[in-house]
């Protein structure tokens, strides 16, 4: 699954990242294999989702979030 | 390393300041430089080059503040910047050293960008900032352990708390900079067999330059087209895949970096961190924007009724001046040209600083603090339909204040597309120099009454107006959004960072130094067009001129009461503001405005009141010989009352003209000040253009169908 499917306060580990030219964008914020993110904050009507990865929040809309294939734990 | 500099050198060493957003890299320069800043431009792009002199022990250092960044990728101008810089594409802006701020909580980021400036052979040094808040995170960072890992001199700070400062100043007179070699060899994700000839021809001393300047080279307009041509014509006949090398790039310097980190990083408890209780009430679906809105409410409250204040004494000031100078100098060109031309000029551009630098205050507090963050965060869903971005907010916010500040802001928005749709809509919202316009019109003919025993139908017309402006900038950017063509890939990654209280100092600083850019870039065109327009105003065609000065002298002449002589010299303005050029222009534009309900002295309104539209008000005085106090709202109301309109032989100020003035006004541009910082902001003529012709084709079109609509 991808990370915009995830439910608020669920946790996850990405495991691969979709090639796109967001994609070193994303990993240059830290969003990397084998990092685990939580969703923690949604904006209404699909809006962006914050996302906490290592101490930090992160905002991203849906479409990037999509880009972010992982594997949920808890 | 260690050595003082020699009392010969007589060029002061540069210093880039380089970091990551939000690591407090700001305050480190307001601390190490005060207020010896400088801002300036950089060739080819909007980003303000902000500089600074840091005097210690009596030497004199050069202190390049870079835009914050969290790589060497260039995604905005802003980080085209940062690449240029560090990069030593520049000559002029070439740093001999780095100081490297990370955020302490967030090391492996800043290691990120820290390890991609050795890898340039940049002479570097670190200064882990925020060291309160890792303490805090329970976090422990082994610094001796880190300086053995890098090679590179580090120091640990607390910008907010004023530590280390000493420590920072003291590093830069050591000059005690370093580089170990790269962290990462080029070889290790690309060919660099092909890259010798990029160095031969760049003058460049390693790989990962020679890397940087193909893979990014073309996206930074600051490099001649010699350069780019040669990087094209290299591009074409390269084997490498540079989009796979940056990648692989990327994963071979986060995994070295794990490894440092795991050696250097204690974490004294294993509790994880959660976000602030705060985003619960700020980020809610429903309470956010309650907060937002309500926030909104007090910092507009707080712009009208400090900014007020001010504002009326600067006027007061000028006119003083101005009526000082005219009563001191003799009597002649020189002595009107400067009285009523010049000083109003400077008058009408000083008069925008109250508003300016309060409005760009509180932006600074809600920046600093986090929260501005979060509202792109609330916003972004809702701006995008529109082809804007989340973080165009902020300027639409501020447009109801003022467009110029406004305007400003819209430079955080990296993508193109969506800073010009921006720009283009900013100056469609309802902005405090309208309100004037609008009261005394809707004072004219909307009837002071309550409807349903509350709304007030007065209160209702404003709101409308205000409304009508929103409506326009939604349908303005919608329309853009499908016209305006860019390959550019919209995004939004952004860092909601932790809850501080701000910096008071640096909140200060913001709101001087964006008024003294907006003085000095844009004052120059604001004085120059009101120079123009005044000596349009005041001179006209010399028989016609001189022919209504003479039956006006006799008359006065023969004047017997001061009332007599007060009524005469009203009228004696009027006529010769009707004899002048822009009564001419005035006169000539009749025909175009007739259907919207105007008649000639309109006209003459409309073109004086371009260059601001609160202008309007005191030329209607003029032109209808109010004389007297032209602040007092109720005299021009009853004069303007009884005016008729010599086309149609009704009263001037019918409901129909009113209502079509006041639609005029909620989309005409009727401001120079936002031209000119238009002109700034995009770098050219050719937007601001655009925007004045679309606009006041927007209020001619709209002011016709309403002129309509009620007659």
Known sequence: MTADQLKISHSAIIEDLIDSPLKVNLMELGFLPGKKITLQFKAPSNGPLAFLLENTLLALRKQEAALLQVKIIS | ?711
């Open chain 2, 1 to 711: 390393m260690a050595q003082t500099q020699p009392p010969f050198l007589t060029k002061p060493l540069k210093i880039a300041l380089i970091g990551n957003p939000n690591v407090g890299k700001t305050t480190i320069f307001n601390q190490l430089t005060g207020l010896n800043q400088k801002i300036g431009n950089y060739p080819g792009v909007t980003v303000d080059k902000k500089t600074g002199a840091m005097i210690y022990q009596e030497q004199v250092y050069h202190i390049i503040d870079l835009p914050g960044t969290y790589s060497l990728y260039p995604n905005s101008e802003d980080e085209i910047i940062a690449h240029r810089v560090l990069n030593q594409l520049s000559e002029i802006e070439k740093p001999d050293f780095a100081l490297m701020i990370i955020d302490s909580v967030q090391l492996s980021r800043g290691l990120f960008l820290a390890t991609q400036l050795i890898d340039l052979g940049l002479n570097l040094a670190i200064a882990l900032n925020m060291a309160d808040m890792a303490e805090k995170s329970q976090l422990e960072i082994k610094t001796y352990e880190l300086f053995k890992q890098l090679g590179v001199p580090i120091l640990q700070t607390d910008a907010r708390h004023l530590k280390g400062m000493d420590q920072i100043k003291e590093l830069i007179h050591q000059q005690n900079f370093t580089n170990p070699g790269p962290f990462i060899e080029a070889k290790e994700f690309l060919d660099n067999s092909q890259l010798q000839d990029v160095k031969e021809y760049f003058e460049l001393s390693n790989d990962y330059q020679a890397y940087q300047i193909l893979r990014f080279g073309l996206k930074d307009k600051g490099l001649s087209e010699e350069k780019r041509s040669w990087i094209r014509k290299k591009l074409e006949t390269l084997t490498i895949n540079l989009e796979a090398a940056q990648l692989e790039e990327t994963k071979i310097r986060y995994k070295r970096i794990t490894e440092v980190i795991e050696k250097v990083l204690v974490k004294k408890s294993h509790q994880e961190v959660g976000s602030a209780p705060l985003d619960k009430i700020f980020l809610h679906p429903v309470l956010g924007y309650l907060v937002f809105g309500g926030i909104l409410l007090l910092i507009f409250q707080a712009i009208f009724a400090w900014a007020s204040v001010p504002m009326d004494l600067i006027d007061g000031f000028f006119a003083d001046l101005g009526a000082w100078l005219s009563s001191t100098l003799p009597a002649g060109p020189i002595s009107d040209l400067l009285s009523e031309g010049v000083i109003p000029g400077i008058g009408g551009v000083v008069i925008f600083i109250p508003q300016i630098a309060l409005l760009f205050g509180f932006l600074a507090i809600l920046e600093d603090t986090g929260y501005m963050s979060r509202v792109v965060f609330l916003m972004d869903r809702w701006m995008r339909p529109f082809g804007l971005h989340g973080k165009s907010i902020v300027p639409l916010v501020s447009g109801v204040a003022c467009a110029i500040p406004g305007v400003m802001a819209a430079r955080n928005i990296g993508n193109w597309k969506e800073k010009i749709i921006t720009i283009m809509v900013t100056p469609l919202m309802s902005c405090s120099a309208r309100l004037p316009v609008y009261i005394i019109l809707i004072g004219l003919v909307v009837p002071d009454e309550a409807i349903f025993g509350i709304f007030n139908l007065q209160a209702l017309t404003l709101l409308a107006l205000y409304l009508l402006g929103v409506i326009g900038v939604l349908v303005t950017a919608f329309g853009l959004k499908s016209i305006l063509k860019t390959s550019e890939k919209s995004f939004l990654m952004v860092e909601l960072p932790s809850y501080r209280t701000p910096r008071w100092k640096d909140v200060l600083l913001t709101m001087y130094y964006k008024s003294r850019t907006f003085v000095t870039e844009a004052g120059k065109v604001i004085l120059a067009i009101s120079i123009i327009l005044w000596i349009l105003g005041s001179y006209g065609p010399p028989s016609q001129m001189d022919a209504v000065r003479e039956i006006q002298e006799e008359k006065l002449a023969a004047a017997s009461s001061e009332k007599q002589i007060a009524e005469i010299e009203a009228e004696t303005s009027s006529l010769l503001l009707e004899n002048s050029f822009i009564g001419i222009l005035g006169r000539g534009i009749e025909p175009v405005i007739k259907p919207l309900g105007y008649d000639w002295k309109i006209g003459i309104a409309l073109i004086a009141s371009f260059a601001a539209r609160e202008v309007f008000v005191s030329t209607i005085a003029t032109i209808y010989s109010i004389g007297g106090d032209v602040e007092d709202d109720l005299t021009i109301r009853e004069k303007l009352d009884t005016q008729i309109n010599s086309n149609t032989g009704e009263k001037t100020f019918n409901k129909p003209t009113a209502f079509s003035l006041m639609v005029f006004y909620v989309f005409a541009m009727q401001c120079m000040s936002t031209l000119a910082i238009v002109y700034r902001e995009t770098k050219g003529w050719k937007w601001p253009l655009i925007q004045t012709v679309y606009m006041t084709a927007l209020a001619y079109f709209a002011a016709l169908l309403t002129y309509n609509i009620f007659s």
